[in-house]
């Protein structure tokens, strides 16, 4: 066999291994068991406390979702809850079993300003849930557009951890990948429109504590995550 036949042999031996091995460390185990969009319908309650539901509600989605949703598997909703004083809050709720760009589409920086919204007054704040929930950190924003003001809270749930960004979410979803785990993850946001800001934020943060005080500890692993299975908690 000459030099020639013996460099061959080799080369397609390291092609060969190196495809076993990316095989390898590709991630297999899912770390969640996706809901059908009829289970996160019973899930969300349509009323809570002093919260009722609105149906009469339009909200600001994703241009395309309806063919995107054809090609991923992903369960949404959203829903109108309003106080006993009539402020409403909008609530959505968007998930995927297995991270992808779609999740990146319902993020408000890029849902409202392809809606033709400015986008301005990005803040990342931690909420004090009280009561022995841990904090969540969320992100505010101001979406405007001629005469409305739309004032909004969002999060990302990656597995077991909270993200407030895209870098975070990238992030989490490499770390989740290099052990071996597909992550799931949800996008959660709220909005409130015809309330000054600080008005609208403290009605937001009024309405999370209520909503995730009435539901089951699944419904809140499946919101925010749980911080004792978290990555970064010795995952």
């Given amino acids: ?21 990316a095989q390898a460390m590709i991630p297999q185990r899912k770390l969640g068991k996706a809901p059908t969009q009829e289970e996160l319908e019973r899930m969300i309650p349509k009323s809570f406390g002093q919260w009722t539901y609105e149906p009469q509600v339009r909200m600001v989605e994703p241009p395309g979702s309806d063919t995107l949703s054809k090609q991923i598997y992903n ?14 809050v909008m609530f959505l709720v968007a998930y995927g079993a297995s991270q992808s760009d779609r999740l990146q589409l319902h993020r408000p920086e890029i ?10 007054r990005l803040t990342t704040v931690n909420l004090d849930l009280g009561d022995g929930l841990p904090n969540l950190p969320v992100r505010h924003l101001l979406a405007e557009r001629e005469n409305r003001q739309e004032p909004i809270t969002y999060w990302m749930r990656i597995g077991d951890t909270v993200a407030t960004n895209a870098v975070e979410r990238q992030v989490l979803k490499v770390e989740y990948g290099l ?13 409130t429109v015809g309330l000054p800001e600080d008005q609208a934020y403290a009605l937001q943060t009024r309405f999370l ?22 990555l970064r908690g010795g995952f």
């Fill in 1 to 21: 066999m000459n030099i020639r036949s013996v460099n061959i042999i080799a080369a397609i031996a390291l092609i060969l291994g190196a495809a076993v091995a």
């Fill in 75 to 88: 369960a949404e909703l959203a829903r109108g809850y309003r106080d006993p004083e009539g402020r409403l």
């Fill in 111 to 120: 849902c409202y300003a392809a809606q033709g919204f400015r986008v301005e």
């Fill in 179 to 191: 052990r071996g785990y597909i992550s799931d993850g949800a996008l959660v946001r709220l909005s």
């Fill in 209 to 230: 504590k209520d909503f995730l005080h009435s539901v089951d500890s699944e419904t809140r692993r499946f919101l925010i995550g749980d911080p004792d299975r978290a």
